[in-house]
């Protein structure tokens, strides 16, 4: 049987316009958020919760025993021991684990959706090795069957990225683990776009084939390089006083200058630890900041350089050998760059794959045995950082999730046991204080419009 | 041209130990499905000789302290490409597709002890594996063989214990490929009668091309009992594979089977095996509709002998996590033990391996905490008696960055 390999590499930009101040005369405030695509999400209906007794993963590093958490009007509001509260639905939580809702900044659910045929696939614009322009979010479809399994696992919100194919793949999208019928029902209010872009094998292959640029690796380089110029120009010129002045609006250019102006996040897939070196220089060469590696197998050879530089890493545990660049796997990876610069470097457990998705606490339990076998000393509470407050920190909305703190959104799982155990499972998933999970109620499990009646008219695709 | 008949190659390590071995209060999971117990396992030479408590022993016996860790015969991939691809996406790194074969294609001779995919594998509690040519167009891919993962240039190992095959979604049409199946193993069944000469002229032969090799593989599974992998995930291809089962009396083993729940009761009753990914609920295509996380507790329930693969090239130990999620949704601790264990090696003939029995060889795995927990990890890999050196290029790799000398990595060695 032919072993596949995982779905090669993709590669996003995440552009995020929201909140831009540019003056409507700049001609740019159509590229915002504000005007189109809009994130129009309202949390379903929830009520005032009190979890009493539970044990907490705040997502930070912290471990509760025997804590309280109060959940009102869809945020954390108290949490400490001894909370009382009238006229709130009490949940003893006694023996249970509670985290935060687990975040993966790094999915293509919804652009390669289930099944995974031709007329699904919408991840690569492998057009051209530059497509800034293009957004994930426009490609996504909501009845993508996979969104259900991985809140099943406890993902309250996901990172949809472009694939890899090109040097600029497009712009990523934030989104709540919420079943609705428009893309924009589903967009985390207020998160930024992002923009993907791509080290390495999968466009020099790509267009190499073709016979164009890139075919190598300094290709891919003097692509970059090609495109900040005309990135930085455009920013100039839109920066004209006399509107006369300005360039005609471009899509791509508007990413670019999005990343330029600090409003879009680039997550950049590199597996070498020279080519994300390289990736560094280019940054400062055109003055803009890399929120995020992506994959990164080779981060580990680098770690003090990420740390120094804030940047983060988003790793698998244990994937490698479906590639070359991905040949040098240490499971100690993630481990590696979290304790890089006396614990100061930002590890992530990411996905990029469906059934990984729902198992980030399985991956990041995998990791952690892995660092502390190579010699580190680090906690499991220490570790759900890596799927909770670190994604969150890389998709621009760690002050809105991925944490338990007083204010934040109650974005959270309670767990059936130890979250790091392979044993436990997500026994309710909640997303802004309202339930979307119930492992003991068929009625709070979301069956999407194409698992309905697709294997007998009474027969629904999940049971 | 060589029959395919099976061959067991018994060329053991060189300096197999002479004096023997006691491993002493382990939780033994014997991998026969049985409940695990504390006891003592003694080895001598390359195989298992008592297993007890209190078993007596001389002076000369290495006695090593377990403390009621777990212990498991070390794991059997059913599925694999160790030996065969290093790097999946590089063509020239892989030796696991034939431009000439097809259901005769054997990789045993393309197998290489030193990829180092083996000792990782390996020092996750791997000790053997059937690796498998690649899927192709035709029906039939050809044939997998068995290898002991020590790494050795006397490789040793079983050549061609298995057939693979597919009947699913293509660009052609399945009821196609079903003709074609059976027409094939119409062929198979008269290379018992007439030599392959004479059936090297039919036009089916002639049509696909077939050679010497091929209609003597396809004999081997009608008329030798040769193990047949054939995947297969939507439920009315199931019953399809058991109707093939049934007319050419095929020695079957499902693969995939994401719907056998549906048809649970025919799988049951043609007395058939499966090997199943228990993390994949994602239907991938539109025959795996009914995917689900709780196929491996169904076909428990059933009484169905399970074996796992996973879909993750280049670590195959991470069944262990994968039968861990079944158990997680109701699977039996003990068939998933024997999962990656006893019931591959009855499965594919292999004689002697994948329990902990006296009289078998010594591939036994001693685990730091539960092995269904993916966390967990070897302390001991014994193969054929040999403990096993756990270093693996990844944990060089490992060592060498967390090495905080200051000077270029490459003299940290």
Redesign the interface.
């Known amino acids: 049987?032919?072993?596949?390999?995982?779905l090669?590499i993709f590669i996003f930009f995440i552009a995020s316009c929201t909140d831009t101040n540019m003056p409507d005369e700049a001609g740019l405030k159509n590229t915002d958020q504000s005007i189109a695509f809009k994130s129009t999400y309202k949390p379903m209906a929830s009520e005032s919760v009190l979890f009493k007794n539970a044990n907490f993963y705040d997502g930070l590093g912290g471990e509760f025993l025997n804590y309280d958490l109060l959940v009102s009007d869809g945020k954390i509001s108290e949490f400490r021991q001894g909370i009382v509260a009238e006229g709130v639905k009490i949940i003893d939580a006694s023996d249970k684990w509670m985290s935060p809702g687990i975040i993966d900044i790094h999915s293509h659910m919804g652009v390669y959706s289930?099944?995974?045929?031709s007329t699904s696939s919408d991840g690569n614009e492998a057009t051209s090795p530059v497509t800034a322009e293009v957004w994930a979010e426009h490609s996504v479809w909501t009845q993508d069957?996979?969104f259900a399994?991985a809140l099943k696992g406890g993902v309250t919100a996901f990172h949809v990225l472009p694939g890899s194919a090109n040097l600029f793949g497009g712009r990523g999208t934030t989104f709540k683990n919420v079943s609705q019928n428009t893309i924009q029902a589903m967009k985390f209010p207020g998160a930024p776009h992002s923009l993907k872009m791509a080290c390495g094998?999968n466009p020099k292959r790509v267009y190499g084939r073709k016979g164009q640029s890139p075919a190598t690796r300094m290709g891919n380089m003097a692509g970059y390089r090609a495109a900040w110029i005309n990135g930085a120009e455009y920013q100039k010129g839109m920066n004209e006083d006399d509107k006369n002045d300005r360039p005609t609006r471009d899509l791509a250019m508007d990413t670019l200058k999005g990343v330029l102006d600090g409003e879009i996040l680039i997550q950049n897939h590199c597996y070498r630890a020279e080519e994300m070196a390289m990736m560094v220089e280019l940054s400062k060469e055109f003055n803009y900041k890399i929120t995020a590696f992506h994959h990164a197998v080779e981060a580990?050879?680098i770690?003090d350089l990420l740390a120094d530089e804030g940047i983060c890493a988003a790793m698998w545990a244990?994937?490698?050998?479906?590639?070359?660049e991905a040949?040098?796997?240490?499971?100690?990876n993630i481990a590696?760059i979290d304790q890089a610069r006396n614990g100061t470097g930002c590890a992530i457990v990411h996905s990029d794959d469906?059934?990984g998705i729902?198992?980030l606490n399985?991956e990041a339990?995998?990791a952690?045995?892995a660092g502390n076998?190579?010699?580190f000393t680090i906690s499991k509470a220490h570790a759900m950082r890596w799927i909770t407050s670190n994604p969150a920190k890389a998709a621009g909305v760690l002050d809105q999730t991925g944490s338990i703190e007083i204010g934040k959104d109650a974005d959270l799982v309670v767990w059936t046991g130890d979250p790091?155990?392979?044993?436990?499972?997500a026994e309710q998933v909640f997303v802004d204080g309202a339930l979307a999970f119930d492992l003991n109620d068929p009625k709070v499990q979301p069956i999407t419009d194409f698992d309905l009646g697709?294997?007998q008219p009474q027969t629904n695709?999940?049971? | 041209m060589k029959k395919l008949t099976l061959i067991f190659i018994s060329i053991f390590a060189i300096g197999s130990s002479a004096d023997s071995i006691l491993l002493k209060g382990g939780m033994l999971h014997k991998g026969t499905g049985e409940a695990a117990s504390l006891q003592d396992i003694l080895i001598t030479g390359d195989v298992i000789s008592r297993v007890g408590r209190n078993l007596s022993i001389d002076a000369n016996t290495k006695v090593i302290e377990l403390n009621g860790l777990p212990v498991t015969p070390g794991l059997l991939s059913p599925m694999s490409n160790l030996g065969i691809t290093e790097i999946n996406a590089l063509d020239v790194t892989r030796d696991d597709e034939s431009f000439l074969l097809k259901a005769g294609f054997s990789i045993f001779n393309a197998f290489n002890p030193h990829s180092i995919g083996i000792p990782w594998n390996r020092s996750n509690g791997l000790t053997g594996a059937i690796s498998s040519p690649s899927s192709s167009d035709f029906p039939f891919f050809g044939l997998g063989s068995f290898f002991v993962l020590d790494g050795s240039l006397d490789v040793i190992g079983t050549k061609d214990v298995v057939m693979f095959g597919r009947i699913g979604s293509s660009y052609g049409s399945r009821a196609e490929t079903l003709e074609l199946m059976e027409s094939l193993l119409e062929l198979g069944k008269k290379s018992g009668i007439s030599p392959v000469e004479d059936l090297l002229d039919s036009a089916l032969a002639e049509q696909f091309n077939l050679q010497a090799q091929d209609i003597e593989a396809l004999g081997q599974l009608t008329n030798n009992d040769l193990p047949f992998v054939l995947e297969t995930n939507r439920a009315i291809d199931i019953l399809q594979a058991l109707k093939l089962k049934k007319k050419f009396n095929l020695n079957l083993i499902l693969a995939s089977v994401e719907e056998a729940p549906m048809v649970i009761d025919q799988i049951k009753a043609s007395n058939t095996p499966v090997i199943i990914d228990p993390m994949d609920n994602i239907p991938n295509s539109f025959d795996e509709l009914g995917s689900s996380l709780e196929l491996g507790k169904i076909l428990d329930d059933a009484g169905i002998r399970i074996m796992f693969s996973t879909q993750r090239s280049h670590n195959y130990h991470l069944m262990r996590q994968g039968s861990g999620n079944a158990v997680a949704y109701g699977m039996s601790y003990e068939t998933a033990i024997r999962g990656m264990t006893k019931t591959v090696a009855e499965s594919f003939n292999l004689k002697n391996r994948g329990s902990i029995e006296e009289g078998h060889y010594a591939d036994i795995v001693v685990w730091d905490a539960d092995p269904l927990e993916p966390s967990s990890f070897p302390s001991y890999v014994m193969i054929n008696g040999e403990m096993q050196d756990l270093a693996s290029r990844s944990s060089k790799l490992t060592e060498r960055y967390t090495n905080t000398e200051d000077k270029p990595s490459s003299y940290k060695h």
């Open positions: 049987m032919k072993h596949f390999a995982p090669l289930a099944p995974g045929v069957p996979q399994l094998e580990y050879k770690a244990d994937w490698w050998g479906f590639k070359h040949y040098d796997m240490v499971q100690a590696i469906a059934v729902q198992h399985q339990s995998k952690l045995a076998r190579a010699g790091f155990s392979v044993y436990s499972r697709i294997i695709r999940v049971q």
